[in-house]
């Protein structure tokens, strides 16, 4: 019986580690769990790769971004097939201020794993930053498809609302005078 908490105690930690890695967490980083299947794969185990991901979580939390990015590297060698490794990549890029390197990396997160709930919402929030609001929505409905109003959602939601929004009918045409 001891054995089997250890191993729930041990599991609910992994998870929950894995939960701000997974997506999720809006502009500042937090997180909520992705679409409920982690894909890792390419080589590395999976228990080596979730305490990787653990470990850039930890960097990302810290604003160690050069250093998370050097582990996230040997990631997406190691674990090629990890969604949730991609989807890292794309957020310290995104945070370090490499926007149009973010895209590719989202954009293979969510070609692993389509329901990727995180990957959705930092994509969501990328395309915010670059200006295109409507792609923006288009995230958002996706992410209300897959979980209504989860965390994700919300979130992204609260970044649209957040947004500046497009300026209308500004015109250099001064009429009648």
């Known amino acids: 019986m001891k054995a089997m908490k250890l191993v729930l105690v041990g599991t609910l930690c992994l998870m929950s580690g894995l939960a701000l890695a997974a997506g999720g967490g809006g502009s500042s980083g937090g997180g909520s769990s ?20 653990q470990r850039v979580e930890q960097l990302v939390k810290a604003q160690q971004w050069q250093q998370a990015e050097a582990l996230l590297r040997d990631l997406r060698q190691d674990a090629a097939n990890s969604a949730d490794v991609w989807n890292w990549s794309g957020y310290v890029a995104r945070k370090s201020g490499r926007l149009s390197e973010a895209f590719p990396y989202y954009d293979k997160a969510l070609e692993i794993d389509p329901k990727h709930r995180g990957a959705h919402e930092y994509l ?54």
């Not at 299947?37 to 990787?52: D, I, K, L, W, Y």
């Not at 209504?148 to 992204?156: I, P, R, S």
């Open 34 to 53: 992705s679409s409920g299947n982690s894909s890792v794969g390419g080589g590395a185990s999976s228990s080596t790769t979730q305490r990787q991901l």
């Open 124 to 177: 969501g929030e990328a395309y915010l930053q670059n200006g295109e609001r409507e792609k923006a929505q288009q995230q958002l409905q996706i992410l209300q498809q897959l979980c209504g109003q989860c965390e994700e959602a919300q979130d992204l939601t609260a970044a649209l609302k957040a947004a500046p929004q497009p300026a209308k009918g500004k015109s250099g045409f001064l009429l009648g005078g």
